[in-house]
């Protein structure tokens, strides 16, 4: 097997497992932040039809996350090693929220009248994983304790204010994507509120975003100089660039009561913020300097399971394609899937 296949196939894995991510955090964000938003809704309703608008979607979105880490693990055997003891508390929070979310969805239904406790599940299980994906974000953007290979700090190093940050951060995101989502895929008041929501949500966002991008080139040296050496900062200027726009963009929208413009606006702020990150940690794949080539499983092992993924993926997407086609179109006040 030549050098050039070895160098590039662990760089085809890293960009399989990002795009999973990616598809997670858009697709799955806007549920949870449809969660997020859940308590704001004080009519049953209102919240029926919330819940109505993800109904046929959640689980289908899970896929990438599942993805995403099953790819990390058979792919990067290195990296999960390190990472999981790193960020276990976090990773087994955020697992457990999302099954009491999961859980809310259906015994929400079959336990009415009583189902406050469902409803603070689903709320609070959507926001509880929310913050813990920010607090994993932020444990990996500013470093792991490794030597030799192996994880090395305390059980507690990703709890900074940097990683909460970020966890507050992610929610608020997620919370415009579930604002946006509603607009697009409801009516009536719950449309209403979104839309009213989602102005004020966003210049949170756009805070958050300014504080992101000004923390990590100053907090650490190492994408301070990927940003801000030459020749890079020629090629990645356009990037806050292109982010303001969007911004612009979602406000507008916002005011000239588009249906379909606020959520993608949207979905182009979190890719655009993904990239970012992408281009600040890359080719690191555990920061500050476990590369995707050390992590990297041997050849034969990524071969092998590269075969699986590419069956696989159309398959995925596919589904994907299919069941938002399916259920397209808004949820009206009293329709529904359950």
């Known amino acids: 097997?030549?050098?050039?296949?070895?160098?590039?196939?662990?760089?085809?894995?890293?960009?399989?497992?990002?795009?999973?991510?990616?598809?997670?955090?858009?697709?799955?964000?806007?549920?949870?932040?449809?969660?997020i938003l859940f308590p704001f809704a004080r009519k049953e309703e209102d919240r029926d039809q919330m819940m109505n608008s993800v109904a046929p979607f959640w689980d289908g979105n899970e896929t990438w996350l599942v993805l995403g880490g099953g790819?990390?693990?058979?792919?990067?055997?290195?990296?999960?090693?390190i990472v999981m003891p790193a960020l276990y508390l976090p990773v087994i929070v955020m697992l457990l929220s999302l099954i009491f979310r999961g859980v809310s969805f259906e015994f929400r239904w079959v336990s009415k009248p009583r189902h406050r406790r469902w409803d603070r599940a689903f709320a609070g299980g959507s926001t509880i994983a929310a913050f813990c994906q920010g607090l994993i974000l932020g444990g990996l953007i500013q470093g792991i304790a490794v030597e030799d290979g192996e994880f090395v700090g305390g059980a507690f190093d990703w709890l900074t204010p940097f990683s909460v940050m970020c966890g507050v951060g992610l929610v608020c995101g997620y919370a415009l994507l579930g604002a946006t989502w509603l607009i697009m895929r409801t009516s009536g008041e719950v449309e209403e509120r979104a839309r009213r929501q989602s102005r004020t949500i966003l210049l949170?966002?756009?805070?958050?975003?300014?504080?992101?991008?000004?923390?990590?080139?100053?907090?650490?040296?190492r994408i301070a100089d990927r940003w801000f050496t030459t020749p890079n900062i020629y090629y990645l200027w356009p990037v806050p660039l292109i982010t303001a726009a969007l911004a612009l963009l979602l406000w507008r929208s916002l005011e000239?009561?588009?249906?379909?413009?606020?959520?993608?606006?949207?979905?182009?702020?979190?890719?655009?913020?993904?990239?970012?990150?992408?281009?600040?940690t890359f080719p690191l794949m555990v920061p500050p300097n476990v590369t995707i080539w050390d992590a990297a499983a041997v050849p034969e092992s990524q071969i092998f399971t590269l075969v699986g993924a590419v069956f696989m993926l159309p398959v995925i997407l596919g589904y994907t394609a299919f069941v938002y086609w399916t259920f397209r179109g808004k949820v009206h006040p009293g329709e529904g899937y359950h």
């Not at 296949?5 to 806007?30: E, K, R, S």
Request: no cysteine; charged share 5%.
């Open 1 to 35: 097997m030549d050098l050039t296949f070895d160098f590039y196939l662990p760089v085809i894995w890293a960009g399989l497992i990002a795009a999973a991510v990616a598809m997670y955090v858009v697709l799955d964000g806007f549920d949870l932040g449809v969660g």
């Open 71 to 81: 790819g990390l693990w058979v792919a990067f055997p290195q990296a999960y090693a």
């Open 204 to 221: 949170v966002v756009l805070g958050f975003i300014a504080i992101v991008s000004l923390w990590t080139p100053f907090g650490f040296e």
């Open 256 to 280: 000239r009561a588009g249906a379909a413009m606020p959520f993608l606006a949207t979905l182009g702020l979190f890719v655009l913020s993904y990239l970012g990150l992408a281009i600040s």
